[in-house]
């Protein structure tokens, strides 16, 4: 007779822990997804405070501006990236040369790992996460 580790007792329990397991994955993951919603509405407002135009375009502009600092430029690439608006795909590609170290200061260069990841996005590399964020309010494309 085979021996099994799960006696028939303990069953209710572990179905009851799996299932509080698998309520508080999904609730980390929609946390997550609303943080990740803020920050891209954020960096919205930010530019559309010192620029014309929708979303995407005010991000573009503050992106091109070299003006800004380079973490907050490297902060519109990852905004546009979330977004995933393909009009801002040749100007991400104008800043992307390929060229990726292993550290990379932020507040030194744009950043040409997010470049790549939003450039990606762009190109049909899956975000799942922005399928929970992007139609609410706040996101214009």
């Known amino acids: 007779m085979k021996n099994n580790p799960i006696k028939k007792e303990n069953l209710p329990i572990l179905i009851t822990l799996a299932g509080i397991g698998i309520i508080l994955l999904g609730f980390i993951f929609l946390l997550g997804t609303s943080i990740i919603g803020f920050g891209v509405k954020e960096r ?3 530019a559309q405070e010192r620029y ?4 995407t375009r005010a991000l573009i502009q503050y992106l091109q501006d070299e003006n800004n ?3 907050a430029r490297n902060s519109a690439i990852w905004a ?6 393909e009009r801002s795909l040749p100007v991400l590609e104008s800043y992307y040369t390929g060229v990726e170290g292993e550290h990379h200061d932020r ?3 744009l950043s040409q790992l997010e470049l790549r990841r939003a450039i990606g996005y762009m190109q049909g590399s899956p975000n799942i996460t922005t399928f929970f964020w992007r139609f609410g309010e706040g996101v214009g494309r």
């Open 52 to 55: 014309d135009g929708d979303c």
């Open 80 to 85: 546009l990236g979330q977004l995933g608006d």
């Open 69 to 71: 600092g380079f973490e």
């Open 107 to 109: 507040s030194q260069s």
């Open 44 to 46: 919205c407002r930010l």
